[in-house]
């Protein structure tokens, strides 16, 4: 029951510091504006929480960690990155995030710095606690495979509420393959990989618009 506690207390705190944000945002049907000042405050805001979820996936014994994807990457990790890519590509073609969603403001050197740390640390913070926590924590608490899939998966599609229903249905979508892929082989890496270069990209593009 001890073990319990800890897990509910921390998964309802990250749930909310991750979700709710966008719920509200939806419900006032804002547009975020990202620019150089808004990303690093939301970035500098994001650390507490990213420093909380690489605390709990690192710690315990090394194979607690393994169980949690921190497994070094293999050579065959090269085709199920591209595999991901050519997906999270596909999805994002058929089920585009609203326009009015949000709007990117940088440019030159600096902007496309800001805009590959600002999308490695939320890959890594999503991938940190959908996957890793998710996805290894509740099969040791003794829920159904089934629930901990759907868990995740619902989870982390409410995350994509703000950006309309089209971001729902692909976070949806993409968040299945990532959690399929991690219950095939927990490994963070080439998950964080994938998420970042598809919220990289993304970012990049919308600059150009």
Known sequence: M???IPFYII?????VVLVLPGILLK???TSIILDEKT???SFIRGLPILA?????SLYGTPEDRRRRGWNRPVLSD???LLILLTLTAFLSFVLP???DSYTVFLSGWKGM???IIFALSTALTEELFFRSWLLSTLPALGWPRSLVFATSVISFASLHLWQGWSAVFFAAASGAAYSIIFFRRPGLFVLVTAHTLHNAMALIIMTVR
């Not at 998964?11 to 749930?15: E, I, N, P, Q």
């Not at 909380?52 to 709990?56: C, G, K, N, P, R």
């Open 27 to 29: 419900q006032a049907s």
């Open 52 to 56: 909380l979820l690489l605390f709990i």
């Open 11 to 15: 998964t309802l705190l990250v749930s």
């Open 97 to 99: 995030a609203s326009d």
């Open 113 to 115: 710095g800001l805009i």
């Open 39 to 41: 990303i690093t405050i």
């Open 2 to 4: 001890k073990g319990r």
């Open 78 to 80: 090269v085709p199920v």
